[in-house]
């Protein structure tokens, strides 16, 4: 039997929360059942917001927890070189191109479509999709913006990606914790629109470094929130644009707050360090969590 791969790729931009800890500890579980691997990524391309103390947290908060990982951990702002060779690829075969639009721009965009009768269509989570000027830029223009230090992010032109894999997409989803079982889903990549894969000065996004650091680091089983679901789309296209394999997956449940909602990073009483000052213990934690 093949070895199998987890991982738990935090982004260390604030404390962890009772929903990390039910998917590292999930994934922990699931790693030990199997035999398998569990390797941690620390996810902190955005340099702005993620910080070596929080970073420093969150390994404490994983330590604490009892999670054991393989090392060295791979800490995606290290590898920039590598995500930017693969950007570079992108652009060489016309499948990205520089956006220009402030959000200004693109709500003043929508506002006056809208204004005209035309509902603007929404991604999964609700925010407006590019609007298609800037793909329609002549090459001179955009090379003009850019030598004129115009602030840009690079956008993939799904519609040119799609064409380019040629054929419908689709991954393979575990019907529950147990991994027996999968489905087929239907990747839908363009319910995301031309989605960000780079900003002028970070050559990668979320979407970029997931799906190549995934496949670097031979991760066969990504566990999951169910929050990330339906993005998964737009990973199958990019693993199928870079000839990546395809791992299996499985989004899980949520944990959430006592108001019903998702619990978010700035929710101090669920985050795990408050937690553990309170008092608490890992099992008190697993307890929570119903592991
Ligand atoms: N870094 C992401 C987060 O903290 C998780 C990415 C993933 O599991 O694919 O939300």
């Not at 603007?120 to 913006?145: F, I, Q």
């Not at 230090?149 to 991954?171: E, I, M, S, T, Y």
């Not at 199958?236 to 989004?251: T, W």
């Amino acid at each position: 039997m093949t070895l199998l791969t987890f991982r738990f790729a935090p982004s260390p931009n604030g404390d962890l929360h009772l929903g990390h800890a039910y998917s590292t500890l999930l994934n922990q579980k699931l790693a030990n059942a199997s035999d398998g691997r569990l390797l941690l990524r620390i996810e902190d391309i955005d340099t702005t917001r993620c910080t070596p103390q929080f970073e420093a947290g969150v390994l404490a908060d994983l330590k604490w927890l009892g999670l054991g990982w393989e090392e060295p951990v791979r800490r995606q702002s290290e590898h920039f070189a590598e995500y930017k060779a693969v950007l570079d690829r992108l652009i060489r075969e016309e499948l990205v191109y520089p956006a220009f639009m402030s959000r200004g721009e693109i709500r003043a965009f929508i506002t006056d479509c809208e204004k005209r009768g035309r509902d603007w269509p929404r991604d999964p989570d609700g925010v407006p999709l590019y609007p298609p000027t800037d793909k329609a830029l002549p090459m001179r223009e955009r090379k003009r913006r850019i030598d004129d230090n115009q602030p840009f992010a690079w956008r993939l032109d799904v519609g040119a990606a799609l064409a380019h894999v040629g054929k419908g997409l689709a991954w393979a989803e575990f019907t529950d914790e147990t991994l027996s079982a999968t489905r087929p889903v239907e990747a839908r990549p363009r319910d995301w629109g031309d989605v960000i894969v780079a900003r002028r000065d970070i050559p990668t996004s979320y979407h970029l470094a997931v799906v190549m650091d995934d496949a670097l680091q031979g991760v066969s089983h990504i566990v999951r929130g169910q929050d990330l679901f339906s993005a998964t789309g737009v990973q199958r296209l990019l693993q199928e644009l870079l000839g990546l394999p395809q791992p299996a997956y499985f989004h899980h449940r949520l944990i959430l707050g006592p108001d019903g909602r998702k619990l978010s990073k700035s929710l101090g009483d669920s985050g795990l360090a408050a937690l553990r000052g309170a008092g608490a213990s890992p099992d008190d934690i697993r307890r929570i969590v119903g592991l």
